[in-house]
């Protein structure tokens, strides 16, 4: 007897690479603008928190990250940032949202083997276009019966989105490389919620925990997980 | 017996104000932005030019506006533009997109009406975050059996919704602002439609055509127009 009924899947980090791409904006970002800054200024620590401080009203995504970029600049150079370094930021911004989407290894032939077993939705968040043009050219849009772009990842939501599609938390399993939004809301809805974890986590992302669940090495070790 | 099953309502400009805000954030850019521009420049008409180059990429909504403003004030100005300036630009989407959501007159007994006798859905576009903040604080989310927050209204979109809640087409109602998102496209996959204009209409928004519908002068006709 099959475990679950359907299988969610995460895409930014577990289906393809996302984190290396902001860990390399803000590393372009500390070289942009570290020449106009203070000695003594921590000037990564400053872009994390003004995304930190921005989180609630910007929300996820590369546009609220340039938003932020732009603003932390000005600030943090106490408005010493010449216009051309901004032009870049945005720039870079506009890169990050059309760079094509480089899928994690085996992700095509591992949802190719669990689709056929399971009824798959793929529950993500972040900006509505940068993510609905990537589940677009990934080329992987046809596994899914449902695409969830979701504002948050809490348990209201995905309770949402089940409910929606008349599945019980029960039958439903969570893969993602994400304990803050993949794994722990699902676990406390009643789901059950596997983390197949990224070599780069998201400052914001970290969580601190005590719940017991299965971790694996890379998405390639699913299907065996999940008895096919 | 009933011309319809279900009613979808557009929300920026239907049941609530937004262009006023968008239309406010372009003269105060033009303000901001004029003192630093060669004479002969044409400030507004650039900005929506790029705000058009940039909509594949960015999309709808305050953060795109956003991005897109910043942009337009160093290109037109040839870096000219301080970054005291930018810094009020970026503030300019912060206060947009945290403003108290204004409705429009009577939008909640209107619902409240033909809540008795239709199911109702919203279907928006825009920014992910704005959107969820102004249907949640609007007061207005209980009189909806469902939010959709599209990435574009065209027909496909307006299908897949509609498939997704087992809603035959020619049941189907829409009310909006705007022909070329709300109207068109509905009557396009076989639905009806209904015409409610705002005073004002985003340029990017505007668009020929010979169709005919039905146009209401307010949303308070909505009710006798579908005879209660």
């Known amino acids: 007897m099959k475990p679950f009924d359907v299988i969610g899947l995460d895409a930014d980090d577990t289906l393809w690479h996302s984190e290396d791409s902001f860990h390399a904006g803000e590393m372009k970002f500390v070289e942009l603008v570290s020449p106009y800054v203070s000695e003594g200024i921590d000037v990564k620590?400053?872009?994390?928190?003004?995304?930190?401080?921005?989180?609630?009203?910007?929300g996820y995504g590369v546009k609220a990250f340039g938003l932020s970029a732009v603003e932390?600049?000005?600030?943090?150079?106490?408005?010493?940032v010449p216009t051309s370094v901004i032009g870049q930021l945005v720039e870079m911004i506009r890169a990050t949202l059309t760079e094509p989407v480089r899928l994690l290894p085996h992700v095509p032939e591992v949802l190719a083997e669990i689709g056929r077993h399971y009824r798959l939705v793929l529950i993500t968040k972040g900006d509505l276009i940068h993510q609905t043009f990537k589940v677009e050219t990934s080329g992987l849009a046809h596994h899914f019966e449902?695409?969830?772009i979701l504002?948050?990842?809490?348990?209201?939501?995905?309770?949402?989105?089940?409910?929606?599609?008349?599945?019980?938390?029960?039958?439903?399993?969570?893969?993602?490389?994400s304990v803050r939004s993949d794994i722990l809301p699902v676990m406390a809805i009643g789901g059950t919620a596997v983390h197949v974890p990224y070599p780069l986590l998201w400052e914001l992302e970290h969580v601190d925990h005590d719940e017991h669940f299965a971790e694996l090495g890379s998405i390639t070790e699913l299907p065996a997980w999940l008895g096919l």
Request: aromatic letters at 6%; one cysteine or more; hydrophobic letters at 40%.
């Open 45 to 58: 620590a400053a872009l994390t928190a003004v995304e930190r401080k921005n989180l609630h009203t910007f």
């Open 72 to 80: 932390a600049a000005i600030t943090i150079s106490e408005g010493r």
């Open 151 to 177: 504002l948050e990842k809490d348990p209201r939501a995905y309770q949402r989105v089940l409910d929606d599609r008349g599945i019980d938390p029960t039958t439903f399993c969570m893969v993602g490389n």
């Open 146 to 148: 449902h695409v969830e």
